[in-house]
Nanobody, 116 residues
Framework: QVQLVESGGGLVQPGGSLRLSCAAS????????MGWYRQAPGKQRELVAR???????NYADSVKGRFTISRDNTKNTVYLQMNSLKPEDTAIYYC??????????WGQGTQVTVSS
């Protein structure tokens, strides 16, 4: 069983930066594809960024060039560096882990609010 715990959310002004962290329990972190999703009020949950176990990454078009996902397998942690934040980035951000043949793992979510 894998547990994911996010941290790093908060209130930031437009143009500011935040770094989210997601710490995973267990011993299989290195084989998981890890991702960040977000859900804004009244909207569906959407993929923000994903990093495979091999290190490949992909991003939603809306965050390309502003957000960076990275992972540290020695710390069982995945990060999301968010720069040039916009009000439309306001959402609950969820950490997600997946591997073939198993149900995905979700964190409890962390609130990010971008407002002046």
């Amino acid at each position: 069983q894998v547990q994911l715990v996010e941290s790093g959310g908060g209130l930031v002004q437009p143009g500011g930066s935040l770094r989210l962290s997601c710490a995973a329990s267990g011993s299989i972190f290195s084989i998981l594809a890890m991702g960040w999703y977000r859900q804004a009020p009244g909207k569906q949950r959407e993929l923000v960024a994903r990093a495979t176990s091999g290190g490949s990454t992909n991003y939603a078009d809306s965050v390309k060039g502003r957000f960076t996902i990275s992972r540290d397998n020695t710390k069982n942690t995945v990060y999301l560096q968010m720069n040039s934040l916009k009000p439309e980035d306001t959402a609950i951000y969820y950490c997600h882990g997946s591997r073939p043949g198993a149900l995905p793992y979700w964190g409890q979510g962390t609130q990010v609010t971008v407002s002046s």
